[in-house]
Structures are given as C-alpha cells and as structure tokens.
C-alpha cells in the first residue's frame, strides 16, 4: 500500500509509517481507519494574529500638491494620485465637460485649464501625463 506525503511515498504492508509523526514531519500523522491508512493534516500556525496594514506606496500614497492644483482641489495640500484623478473625472462628468461626438475628448472650463497648461481640449489619455507635474517630489 502507497502513501503518498507530498513528494514522499511511504510503502507499508498494514503498519503505519514510524517517520511521519517524527519531527520531520510535525504537521501530518497517519490514522488507521477499517484497516486503511489517510492522511490526516492538522493546521499549526496561529491564526489569530492580526494583519500588518502596509503604507500605501506609488500613487497610492499622499503627495505634496502644486498651488493650481490646490485650488482645484479646494485647498488639499497632499493627496494620492488616484483620489485627484477620481475628483477631476468628478469634476468632468459633473460639467458635463466630454465633446458629445468623442467622448475621449475633454472640453476644457476655466478651472481644467490651470491644471492642463491652457489648454482648450484634451484627450482623456493625457491627464495622467498633464497632471504629473503637479504632484511634488
């Protein structure tokens, strides 16, 4: 009879296998069961302990904004990348702000032109790239 233990086979001929419930192999003992061997696995790690919450990282994390964009965004001085992202796509669809024929294209307010260089109408691949020079280092 084969038991199979990850990469190991044991092979008995009715007793159980003496090197399973040996140090080697803390987590796995083998029962007898009507005359069968299984494999019978016990969790031993603590589950109990809480998660490490990780610092966010990347545009995840707060940065230093520039004074236009401050003003966009009503005086936030640090912010990720993403929550600035999310409040200018808020403020697009708010203004109602996309061309009606290409609704890739941005149609420029008064406000969107100081955090996009002046400019009348931009694609909405552009902003992440527009908007990079406004996060401080």
């Known amino acids: 009879m084969a038991v199979s233990l990850g990469l190991f086979s044991v092979f008995s001929t009715g007793g159980t296998a003496s090197f399973a419930n040996s140090a080697w192999f803390p987590s796995v003992r083998l029962a007898a069961h009507n005359g069968n061997l299984r494999t019978v696995r016990t969790v031993t790690s603590a ?3 809480e998660p490490k919450k990780r610092e966010p990282r990347g545009i995840m994390k707060p940065r230093r904004v520039s004074p236009e964009m401050q003003a966009f965004l009503g005086g936030m001085s640090e912010i990720p990348r993403t929550q600035a992202l999310k409040l200018i796509w808020a403020h697009i669809k708010g203004n109602n702000l996309q061309d009606p024929q ?10 969107l032109k100081t955090i996009f260089d002046g400019k009348e109408r931009v ?5 992440a790239g527009l908007i990079s020079p406004h ?3």
Not at 102 to 111: G, Q, R, T
Not at 123 to 127: A, D, Q, S, Y
């Open 102 to 111: 290409n609704k890739k294209v941005i149609i420029c307010d008064e406000k």
């Open 135 to 137: 996060f401080l280092k």
């Open 123 to 127: 694609g909405f691949l552009e902003i």
């Open 47 to 49: 589950t109990t302990a």
